[in-house]
């Protein structure tokens, strides 16, 4: 899985944290911030329809577009990615706890745990 880039990480927050799929321009609108030309948005969306990255459905003339993942699938893919680019993966994953926060450790120890219970 590819690291976005600035822009394409702003398009991806904005539809993230929208829970229906969105136009070229409704995601524009969003990022008034940052003056961006229609078709700038139009190309970032079109790139990240081809890596997979948002789905896209035709409503009339318009896409509209939505994360194929939610971000935290998507965090979890690349920190798969970048775990498999190392030799040793149990020296990464342990450098990697060693650095957690209590809070983050205690969060990794629930979710831990929940792998082990029962499914019923």
């Known amino acids: 899985m590819n690291r976005l880039g600035d822009l394409e990480r702003a398009v991806m927050e904005v539809l993230w ?10 995601v524009g609108r969003a990022l008034h911030e940052r003056d ?4 700038t948005v139009m190309t970032v969306l079109d790139r990240l ?3 997979g990255v948002v789905d896209r459905a ?3 003339r318009a896409w509209r577009y939505r994360p194929a993942a939610s971000r935290e699938s998507y965090v979890s893919e ?9 030799g040793d993966r149990d020296a990464a994953l342990a450098a990697f706890v060693r650095s957690m ?11 831990l745990g929940e792998i082990d219970e029962p499914r019923t």
């Open 49 to 51: 329809a081809k890596k």
């Open 17 to 26: 944290q929208r829970s229906e799929p969105m136009t070229v321009r409704e």
């Open 101 to 111: 926060s209590e809070d983050e450790a205690e969060a990794l120890r629930r979710a």
């Open 36 to 39: 961006l030309a229609h078709t």
């Open 78 to 86: 690349l920190m798969f990615d970048a775990l498999g680019q190392t």
């Open 58 to 60: 035709r409503e009339g």
